[in-house]
């Protein structure tokens, strides 16, 4: 799915677009990650102000607009 609809289905649901959900969403696009944890420590790599629970409520906000699925390993659907 490409990152433009992505972020227009975010829109749709009331989302803003911030600049740390921008850095999730490109780790979680281009990188293969397998938990919250793992998209966390690479995120705080670029931007050490995100936190854990920013990570845990985008991935349930991209779960809840039908963008990814935690049981196929966070894969883009």
Do not use: H, P, W
């Not at 990570?55 to 699925?69: A, P």
Request: charge should be positive.
């Amino acid at each position: 799915m490409a990152k433009e609809v992505i972020i227009q289905k975010m829109k749709d649901s009331g989302c803003r677009i911030t600049k740390q959900r921008m850095i999730l969403l490109d780790i979680i696009l281009e990188e293969d990650c397998s938990c919250c944890k793992e998209i966390y420590f690479k995120a705080s790599k670029k931007d050490s102000k995100i936190g854990v629970a920013t990570v845990y409520r985008m991935i349930n906000s991209l779960e809840e607009i039908g963008v990814i699925s935690r049981k196929n390993m966070f894969k883009v659907m």
